[in-house]
């Protein structure tokens, strides 16, 4: 049976169509003319004075949850939030300065959301980013007793000198992405469908070959912080695009970040994907649909012209990064 994420239940293109339906709502209304940019973006950015601007974004972990409940492992889960929230705010240049976190529930269990509280607090610590506070909700009605949903919120700052834009990204410019940790924090609707089957609980404890660790485990590994090695990256002044690669793949993301009138060519041979990838491909989803939804192994991409890269690659190994070039723009 092929698989594609709208068969496991999720639209992509209903996705997109609602952001343009809230890109009309606050069209009609006028937008604030502090507001730089438009709905869509990686983050929001709000000026504040000349010189300065505020980004903000809200993000969640989507259904990966219900694995880390199968799994009884919800560590993770507090990194996962932090990171898919500061990877996006820090595309734009943006230092994260604070983060809040939402937490609704059908009954609280406090051992396991300690565990997740924890990994947020150890995911902010290391991005320098200081938690500010949150909201935790019963919601009996709503949810199910041991159900729960988690959603965050970052704000950071960037100088209008170190902001990153695209809008100077042009022909001939290289594509560089550094490695992701597996899945991160996308397409796990689709995964759970294709991997998990009738019996979750059995299937993932099974190790394959591929990966020779048990399935749970390769899942649910979190998803990466990018927030220090692109703020150096910024410093080098090298950089003309960063884009954060979550759920619509390396190309739809890489779009968002690239001029009208610019295209963009991904060569998908030129990095060795990791084998939770190659697991996902034997149990029946289509190359092109493994290129719309997940990262492929590239978690982070940042576009730079052909003689800054030696510089910006440089940078990166500092940080224990092995930088690739993906692609380049046409």
């Not at 902010?124 to 980013?129: A, I, L, R, S, W």
């Not at 410093?235 to 690239?258: C, D, Q, S, Y």
Request: hydrophobic residues 40%; contains cysteine.
């Amino acid at each position: 049976m092929k698989w594609n994420y709208e068969k496991a239940g999720v639209s992509i293109e209903k996705g997109n169509q609602w952001v343009d339906i809230v890109k009309k709502m606050v069209s009609e209304k006028g937008f604030n003319q502090n507001v730089v940019g438009s709905l869509g973006s990686f983050s929001g950015l709000y000026r504040i004075n000349e010189g300065q601007y505020l980004s903000a974004c809200c993000d969640g972990v989507g259904t990966k949850l219900e694995v880390a409940k199968l799994a009884e492992c919800y560590e993770g889960l507090g990194q996962d939030l932090v990171a898919m929230n500061v990877n996006d705010l820090v595309t734009c240049g943006a230092k994260p300065l604070f983060f809040l976190d939402y937490i609704a529930c059908g009954k609280l269990n406090t051992p396991v959301m300690t565990r997740i509280m924890q990994g947020i607090v150890d995911a902010c610590g290391e991005c320098d980013c200081a938690l500010l506070g949150g909201e935790t909700a019963e919601m009996p009605d709503v949810y199910p007793e041991d159900g729960f949903d988690l959603a965050g919120f970052s704000v950071g700052l960037v100088e209008s000198s170190s902001l990153v834009t695209g809008e100077n990204i042009t022909s001939g410019d290289l594509i560089m992405g550094i490695r992701s940790s597996g899945l991160h924090s996308n397409g796990f609707t689709l995964v759970r469908k294709t991997l998990l089957g009738e019996d979750p609980h059995s299937r993932l404890e099974e190790v394959p070959e591929k990966i020779g660790i048990p399935l749970w485990k390769a899942l649910l590994e979190p998803t990466r912080l990018y927030v220090r090695q692109a703020l150096a990256a910024i410093r080098t002044g090298t950089v003309k695009g960063m884009a954060h690669i979550t759920g619509g793949g390396l190309e739809e993301n890489i779009r968002r970040i690239v001029p009208e009138g610019r295209s963009i060519n991904i060569d998908y041979t030129l990095w060795k994907r990791p084998p939770v990838f190659d697991l996902l491909t034997e149990s029946g989803i289509d190359e092109s649909e493994m290129r719309r939804v997940f990262n492929l192994g590239i978690g982070f991409v940042f576009i730079v012209s052909e003689e800054d890269a030696p510089a910006l690659s440089g940078t990166l190994e500092e940080f224990g990064e092995s930088p690739v070039t993906i692609g380049k723009v046409l």
